[in-house]
């Protein structure tokens, strides 16, 4: 027993004396060994930037393409109620276009208002400025406007379905860059067309490049920041891109129509839209080997199994009725403006101009609240139904012209909150539930934005016309504030929150496609880096419930 002992003995030891001699040596040169392990951390921080810079650069690409897509699709606003003007031929509309057009007066509201009340348009005019008469249609010429200006996503509405499971055939950056080349070619025939035809079937074949660009965009950004609350900033910031395109068009086009021509504002954006896809191609070779070997994705979820999911239908239902009020106030609020305010021309022009600033405030905020709180996304999103149905209630019992936009700016801020919270939550739904291949759950996305443009140009006029714009802004009020508590459906989905989807899980199993395989690749050079990874939620003591949920489901 006493040898026993003394060999059992032994090595914990030397044991002993190898971390004793390891202690001394340390406090001995400590800058020494600081030296020593200093480059470590920039090995590692070199081997992992390549990746992170070309997400960098895929994430602007995405940002750019869906920037260019609502630019073009606001940019015509204030340009295409005149150009029709000056081809109906009539005398006023030969005036030169610096008379014809006030850079002040070029809200999607006011060009839109031409298809919200007929019996408006001589009044809409006004009679300090003569020369504005022939921006505003006859009524013939009224349903052609609106139905021009609902085109886009009318067509945008009919290709989705057919957009979300292409995409998740052959990925992401293919579609990406078919939408840019789509997108590009309906900007030069915008520049180039002489007659409604032409202006109709470019405004159409931007619905179709835009049902590619926008759910592959956003869909190649839920796959490169799959983790949390990384990938809610990204999204974050192409909404805030989208925001900013929708600002910016009216008067980028406005201004350069003024003094450079119908032409150029188009020219200029078919020339970004070129260069964006150009560096699609630098950055994302879509045609090399490697991206040939993305065929072998996984089968995505078919997009009619998605939409009778429960809690995407949840979502798709919130992001259409979030977005109704707005997309049924732009044609209609400048009449309105005009008859109960007797609001300005510049008054109605900038309306809409201080919305931008709370809509970015409200992607921020969510973005730092789901970084802290990311169980809470339900309750972010049903906050903002409620801040968008008491805003569209209190549209028409606003009497003067500052009330009006401290309104607008909390639709625009209760928008935000809805689009940044839900967004990230359907790819969590996909991850959770379904197969992580994104393009079909996002085109239901886009179709749920559709909808409302679609219905908003066409639909909302005519309401204004037999029910009037009061009773419209309350019905649209109260039903996001019936939609709210819907969302306490999803208040159990957030439990499952563990892991942002089933590549953190079964582990044991064997990756299935290369989909998989590169998923669980980066999963292990990440470990094996030991990179900080996204901070732990409320809820991490449901691992247990959360693995046997998936595998049962």
Same mark, same amino acid.
Request: hydrophobic share 45%.
């Given at each position: 027993?006493?040898?026993?002992? +003394?060999?059992?003995?032994?090595?914990?030891?030397?044991?002993?004396?190898?971390?004793?001699?390891?202690?001394?040596?340390?406090?001995?040169?400590?800058?020494?060994?600081?030296?020593?392990?200093?480059?470590?951390?920039?090995?590692?921080?070199?081997?992992?930037?390549?990746?992170?810079?070309?997400?960098?650069?895929?994430?602007?690409?995405?940002?750019?393409?869906?920037?260019?897509?609502?630019?073009?699709?606001?940019?015509?606003?204030?340009?295409?109620?005149?150009?029709?003007?000056?081809?109906?031929?009539?005398?006023?509309?030969?005036?030169?276009?610096?008379?014809?057009?006030?850079?002040?007066?070029?809200?999607?509201?006011?060009?839109?208002?031409?298809?919200?009340?007929?019996?408006?348009?001589?009044?809409?005019?006004?009679?300090?400025?003569?020369?504005?008469?022939?921006? &505003?249609?006859?009524?013939?010429?009224?349903?052609?406007?609106?139905?021009?200006?609902?085109?886009?996503?009318?067509?945008?509405?009919?290709?989705?379905?057919?957009?979300?499971?292409?995409?998740?055939?052959?990925?992401?950056?293919?579609?990406?860059?078919?939408?840019?080349?789509?997108?590009?070619?309906?900007?030069?025939?915008?520049?180039?067309?002489?007659?409604?035809?032409?202006?109709?079937?470019?405004?159409?074949?931007?619905?179709?490049?835009?049902?590619?660009?926008?759910?592959?965009?956003?869909?190649?950004?839920?796959?490169?920041?799959?983790?949390?609350?990384?990938?809610?900033?990204?999204?974050?910031?192409?909404?805030?891109?989208?925001?900013?395109?929708?600002?910016?068009?009216?008067?980028?086009?406005?201004?350069?129509?003024?003094?450079?021509?119908?032409?150029?504002?188009?020219?200029?954006?078919?020339?970004?839209?070129?260069?964006?896809?150009?560096?699609?191609?630098?950055?994302?070779?879509?045609?090399?080997?490697?991206?040939?070997?993305?065929?072998?994705?996984?089968?995505?979820?078919?997009?009619?199994?998605?939409?009778?999911?429960?809690?995407?239908?949840?979502?798709?239902?919130?992001?259409?009725?979030?977005?109704?009020?707005?997309?049924?106030?732009?044609?209609?609020?400048?009449?309105?403006?005009?008859?109960?305010?007797?609001?300005?021309?510049?008054?109605?022009?900038?309306?809409?101009?201080?919305?931008?600033?709370?809509?970015?405030?409200?992607?921020?905020?969510?973005?730092?609240?789901?970084?802290?709180?990311?169980?809470?996304?339900?309750?972010?999103?049903?906050?903002?139904?409620?801040?968008?149905?008491?805003?569209?209630?209190?549209?028409?019992?606003?009497?003067?012209?500052?009330?009006?936009?401290?309104? +607008?700016?909390?639709?625009?801020?209760?928008?935000?909150?809805?689009?940044?919270?839900?967004?990230?939550?359907?790819?969590?739904?996909?991850?959770?539930?379904?197969?992580?291949?994104?393009?079909?759950? &996002?085109?239901?996305?886009?179709?749920?934005?559709?909808?409302?443009?679609?219905?908003?140009?066409?639909?909302?006029?005519?309401?204004?016309?037999?029910?009037?714009?009061?009773?419209?802004?309350?019905?649209?009020?109260?039903?996001?504030?019936?939609?709210?508590?819907?969302?306490?459906? +999803?208040?159990?989905?957030?439990?499952?929150?563990?892991?942002?989807?089933?590549?953190?899980?079964?582990?044991?199993?064997?990756?299935?496609?290369?989909?998989?395989?590169?998923?669980?690749?980066?999963?292990?050079?990440?470990?094996?880096?030991?990179?900080?990874?996204?901070?732990?939620?409320?809820?991490?003591?449901?691992?247990?419930? &959360?693995?046997?949920?998936?595998?049962?489901?």
């Amino acid at each position: 027993m006493e040898a026993a002992r +003394l060999t059992s003995g032994a090595p914990c030891q030397l044991c002993a004396e190898i971390q004793a001699e390891a202690e001394i040596s340390s406090r001995a040169a400590p800058s020494s060994g600081t030296r020593r392990r200093a480059p470590l951390p920039s090995r590692r921080r070199g081997g992992a930037d390549p990746p992170r810079r070309k997400r960098r650069l895929v994430l602007v690409i995405v940002c750019v393409a869906l920037l260019l897509d609502n630019m073009l699709y606001m940019v015509i606003v204030p340009i295409v109620p005149d150009y029709i003007a000056q081809m109906r031929g009539s005398s006023d509309s030969a005036t030169p276009s610096t008379e014809s057009w006030t850079p002040t007066a070029l809200p999607p509201t006011l060009a839109n208002a031409s298809m919200a009340n007929t019996s408006a348009l001589p009044t809409a005019a006004g009679p300090a400025w003569p020369a504005l008469r022939p921006r &505003y249609p006859t009524e013939s010429e009224d349903m052609k406007i609106g139905v021009l200006f609902a085109s886009k996503a009318i067509l945008q509405l009919l290709v989705n379905p057919l957009s979300g499971p292409f995409i998740d055939r052959i990925s992401y950056d293919v579609p990406l860059l078919i939408g840019l080349g789509v997108m590009f070619s309906s900007t030069v025939l915008f520049a180039f067309a002489e007659d409604y035809a032409m202006l109709f079937a470019a405004r159409s074949l931007q619905g179709l490049g835009s049902a590619f660009a926008y759910a592959s965009g956003i869909a190649m950004i839920a796959d490169k920041y799959p983790e949390e609350p990384e990938r809610s900033r990204a999204l974050g910031l192409a909404l805030a891109f989208i925001s900013f395109g929708s600002l910016v068009a009216p008067p980028f086009g406005g201004i350069l129509y003024e003094f450079a021509g119908k032409r150029v504002p188009f020219l200029v954006l078919a020339a970004v839209s070129l260069l964006d896809a150009l560096l699609l191609l630098v950055v994302a070779k879509p045609f090399s080997a490697e991206a040939r070997a993305r065929a072998n994705l996984p089968v995505g979820t078919p997009i009619h199994r998605l939409m009778m999911d429960p809690y995407i239908a949840v979502v798709a239902g919130a992001l259409t009725t979030c977005n109704i009020p707005l997309a049924f106030l732009e044609p209609t609020i400048a009449t309105w403006m005009k008859h109960t305010l007797a609001a300005s021309e510049w008054e109605m022009g900038l309306v809409w101009l201080p919305a931008f600033v709370p809509h970015v405030l409200g992607v921020y905020l969510i973005v730092r609240l789901e970084a802290r709180y990311p169980h809470l996304q339900w309750l972010y999103s049903a906050l903002g139904l409620a801040v968008i149905g008491a805003s569209s209630c209190l549209v028409p019992a606003c009497r003067s012209f500052s009330p009006l936009v401290v309104t +607008l700016c909390g639709l625009c801020f209760g928008i935000a909150l809805v689009d940044t919270s839900l967004l990230p939550t359907l790819a969590f739904l996909v991850d959770v539930r379904h197969v992580s291949v994104y393009g079909s759950v &996002y085109a239901i996305a886009d179709i749920s934005y559709s909808v409302a443009y679609a219905l908003g140009p066409i639909v909302a006029g005519h309401i204004v016309h037999s029910l009037g714009f009061e009773k419209l802004s309350l019905g649209m009020g109260l039903a996001n504030l019936l939609y709210a508590p819907v969302l306490l459906l +999803l208040r159990n989905v957030c439990l499952l929150k563990r892991s942002s989807s089933e590549r953190e899980v079964l582990l044991d199993e064997p990756p299935q496609g290369l989909y998989d395989a590169v998923r669980l690749h980066e999963r292990t050079a990440q470990s094996e880096d030991r990179e900080p990874s996204s901070p732990p939620g409320p809820f991490d003591g449901c691992e247990d419930d &959360y693995n046997y949920y998936y595998t049962r489901s």
